[in-house]
């Protein structure tokens, strides 16, 4: 009996282990909880309207001379586009996920390493923390054992407890991007920040601008009545603008400085008291200009996960199709003793013979039709 074995090929993403979403057939990912950065996108949106319906339709009316007020929507155009395409770019983008380690790599793993001498360190569910040390443009790096994944964190990696996976150059799980911000995406969420931060100031000041024009025509009361949107854009702008450049400015100083927002957090490069100041091993150069082109346009690393890369999968259905298979293999060979007789009894007869049984089926076949 021959068996025929159907191989279905799917993505990897479809079993891919973390709490991550995809979209878009793998090429969009995202946290489970994404649902704020649709409302930063709805912000933004609605932010872009109003001013290309009020503030700006009114700037290209009253700047004189005419014709110079067209370049109020464009400057706002351009900051819509940008603020967009960086969140949703940070938002949907592969962070830098470190792929999990196999069952043989597991094992290998565990026998690397040691525990941490001091004993007051600890892993996940309290067992021993587990170290290796590596050296770091000449500086000593401790590695860390991550249980979950499996692997040995490589240098500045950590373990998100929301994505449930580990990343490579770990900042933070940022809840306004929908997604963790590390090594892949930094450069997005930074650019994101900064354009926001310019563009909330600009419409701003354009709103002030409407309202000093319309005052100086009308009064301020008329102004107020007549342009409520620029008052509403106003307030909602800057409470953007507080809480954006606020950050803004911080990932500045860090990208001076060359240390994540995790490292910060952590003191990993903050001298203690009693001991010496631990320096810095990612530190290049002490150009702060140099240190922005390696972190906003220095080379893209690509994804390590192959979350698109196609994986072979023997389901359910291959043994329904093989059972199948099987059964009409069986029924065909149960047919072959009446078919052998049939041919017996037919090559029994002489050739001169075999018309004359072929006219008798035919007459006893016509006779059960008049019958009928």
Known sequence: MVKYTLVMAKRRWNDFQGNNRFFCDGRLITARQFGILVFVVIVILVIAVLYLAFDARFLVLNIRPIGVGVIFPVIGI????????????????????????????ETYNLTLGAEDSSGTAKGYLGTPARYRTVTVNGIQIKLKYCVTCKLWRPPRASHCG??????????????????????????????????????????????????????????????????????IEFCVSGLGAISVSGLAMMHTWLIARMETTNEEMKGSFRSR????????????????FENFCIVVCGPFTPSLIGRRDEVDVEGSVLEEECTYGATTQAEKTSDLPAQSTELERRSSHPPEDQSVIVSAEVHSERQQLITD
């Open 162 to 231: 929301l994505c449930n996976n580990c990343f490579e150059q770990f900042d933070h799980h940022c809840p306004w991007v929908g997604n963790c911000v590390a090594k892949r995406n930094y450069r997005y969420f930074y650019l994101f920040l900064v354009t926001m931060t310019i563009g909330t100031v600009y419409v701003m000041g354009c709103n002030v601008a409407v309202i000093v024009i319309a005052s100086k025509q009308q009064g301020f009361l008329y102004a107020i009545k007549t342009y409520p949107a620029s008052i």
């Open 273 to 288: 008291p009693g001991e010496e100041s631990a320096l810095n091993p990612y530190v290049t150069s002490r150009n702060c």
């Open 78 to 105: 351009a900051f819509m586009f940008y603020s967009l395409a960086y969140v949703l770019k940070a938002g949907c983008t592969d962070p830098g996920i470190v792929p999990r380690a196999h069952r043989d790599e």
